[in-house]
């Protein structure tokens, strides 16, 4: 329930919900959540809102229980009773901004409900109750032993005293009057940490009766070989006869069922689709199924009495008698070959991978051990054909962005081209920008190549590159512009990188053409940083003449400055900008890490 209770998805959808209750796709994502849970033990799991109204279900409404509890936890959870034990957890669903709501779930006490019924072994009259938490209204479970008292001939004491007292501490084990009226032998003890107590009670006179027929028995047998003698060891003879007979039948029985078992087991071992080999403490094999024959190429019998090295490539053999021992002295349940390849060794000696799980198991003649063996040569293909479509997926890639780069370049070297073939001015200056703007998407697709990462790029790598190349571009050194960039390890991803370095270019573009007329000497600053675990923040800063008042991105005729706020859209980022003096522009946006985390946990389950 605590788990269910802390879905993002879920938390997310039911926030969802209270904006827009209408809307029946976030409740089917709400039911998906809880249904991937079927699988678990609860009656009942339901998601209800912080009025009560119920917006998702697994399982059938329960009937009201006839008796329930509030156990002594932080936490909202009742004892219920219904023909039997069960719980019920209610734990609010809450995010950053408040309670959404909350998931109830209900899920019997199957063990204890084992315990509260399967005791008759104890005695015919033997009853147990699950009593507490002490402090509160004391409270039984069934009820029925703690219900209202017939009217035996002395006065029983009181139920809910009886139990009190046997908390009180009146020793393990008291002899009291219960509710019937009756004398019992009863104990009692905590159960767990829910300060809930055991009650187990059974008639004294069913436990002392016994006593009272042996000594009967023992007087009449004194009575009897005092006056019959050698009469008396005849007859009790004849009827000792008759028990061990039926002694021997008994025991006939038991073998004949054992051997059915054993005759069940050995089926189920042979019918497995993997190789089922078990090995003594020597490495000695003492069984192998008929597996084997398909897998390995011996046949079971052949086996019986190898060394289980005989299944081991020669080159492994001396390695894994030290690995067999080291098993020997700390066995446990493991599984082998996750982390490591292993190989086995076929009859004809050819080598194959496998997987291996070894299961030690306690016998009277010592510690064996059960090994799994499967044979995994056709994961393997399959696993090395993916390997290297994925090489093949990058080498392509590789190409891709190797030729967009070239590609652009061509752009960019084609506008130079016409640029020094106009003497219009203007022109020439509309030609550069659209040049610059050219190779700062080129710049992506080239860094991209050279770290042969094709998922994401590393601002910080593009921001240096891409300033050093404008600030030669425009001159910065012999027009007394100092440039400095300060950037962390920040990475986004391929999707919004071209708008990103598109934005970058406009903003230091500006900075480095307008921020200094007349000749002026300054500094233009680039500073990149992580704001927050997932939002970064890019500002772009110059000691220049700064902005003009009332300036309004949309309104300006400038289209590099109209290009800033239309590519801050698609980054996804917040642009702010001010004259302090100079120009500071700064934008605020996130890497969507967090984003692809919760994702990869909603797919693997967790």
Request: proline share 5%; with cysteine.
């Amino acid at each position: 329930a605590r788990i269910i209770a802390t879905r993002p998805n879920l938390l997310k959808h039911l926030r969802l919900l209270a904006t827009d209750p209408a809307n029946a796709g976030y409740r089917i994502v709400l039911q998906g959540v809880i249904e991937s849970f079927a699988t678990h033990d609860f009656t009942r799991i339901s998601v209800v809102l912080p009025d009560g109204v119920e917006v998702a279900r697994l399982g059938q409404t329960a009937s009201a229980p006839t008796q329930e509890m509030r156990l002594d936890q932080d936490e909202e959870t009742w004892l219920l009773w219904r023909d039997g034990l069960y719980l019920r957890h209610r734990l609010l669903l809450r995010d950053a901004q408040g309670v959404l709501g909350a998931v109830v779930a209900e899920q019997p006490l199957t063990s204890v409900n084992r315990t509260l019924f399967d005791i008759k072994a104890l005695g015919e009259s033997a009853e147990m109750l699950l009593c507490g938490p002490p402090g509160q209204n004391l409270r039984c479970f069934p009820a029925r032993l703690t219900g209202p008292a017939p009217s035996p001939k002395r006065r029983p004491e009181d139920p809910s005293g009886f139990v009190q007292r046997m908390q009180a501490g009146y020793g393990e084990s008291t002899m009291l009057i219960d509710y019937r009226g009756k004398y019992v032998l009863a104990a009692h003890g905590p159960i767990g940490a829910l300060g809930l107590v055991a009650v187990f009670k059974v008639d004294a006179e069913e436990v002392y009766r016994p006593i009272g027929e042996q000594f009967q028995i023992a007087l009449l047998l004194v009575i009897l070989l005092s006056g019959i003698g050698a009469l008396l060891v005849r007859r009790q003879v004849q009827p000792l006869v008759h028990v061990l007979e039926k002694r021997a039948d008994d025991l006939a029985a038991t073998n004949t069922a054992l051997q059915a078992s054993e005759t069940r087991f050995r089926a189920l071992l042979e019918g497995a689709p993997d190789v089922i080999l078990i090995v003594d403490g020597e490495g000695t094999i003492s069984f192998a199924n008929a597996r084997t024959k398909t897998v390995f190429g011996y046949s079971p019998g052949a086996l019986i009495g190898q060394a289980i090295e005989t299944l081991i490539p020669q080159r492994h053999r001396t390695q894994h008698q030290a690995h067999r021992q080291g098993y020997g002295a700390a066995p446990q349940l493991r599984m082998m070959g996750s982390a490591l390849d292993l190989y086995a060794r076929h009859a004809d000696g050819s080598e194959f991978p496998v997987d291996v799980m070894l299961s030690p198991i306690s016998m009277p003649q010592g510690l064996v051990v059960m090994a799994i063996v499967r044979d995994i040569s056709e994961r393997k293909r399959a696993e090395e054909e993916i390997e290297n479509a994925l090489k093949e997926k990058t080498s392509l890639l590789n190409e891709v962005h190797h030729r967009v780069k070239n590609n652009l370049q061509v752009i960019s070297s084609l506008l130079n081209l016409q640029a020094n073939h106009t003497h219009d001015t203007a022109l020439k200056s509309l030609l550069a920008e659209s040049q610059g703007r050219v190779r700062a998407m080129a710049l992506i697709h080239q860094l991209l190549y050279e770290r042969k990462d094709f998922s994401r790029v590393h601002l910080g790598q593009y921001l240096e590159h891409l300033g050093h190349l404008l600030a030669s571009t425009y001159g910065a050194e012999d027009k007394g512009i100092a440039l400095r960039i300060r950037a962390d390890e920040v990475y986004l991803d391929l999707q919004r990188s071209v708008p990103f370095g598109l934005l970058a270019n406009e903003l230091v573009t500006n900075a480095f053409k307008h921020a200094f007329p007349d000749n002026r000497s300054g500094e233009i600053r680039i500073e990149l940083g992580k704001a927050a675990e997932d939002a970064i923040i890019l500002v772009v800063s110059d000691t220049g003449v700064g902005l003009p008042p009332g300036l309004d991105l949309m309104k300006i005729s400038s289209l590099g400055l109209q290009l800033v706020s239309l590519l801050a859209d698609q980054v996804g980022a917040r642009l702010t900008f001010s004259s302090v003096p100079g120009a500071r522009f700064e934008l605020r946006f996130s890497t969507g890490e967090k984003d692809q985390r919760h994702e990869a946990n909603e797919h693997s389950g967790g």
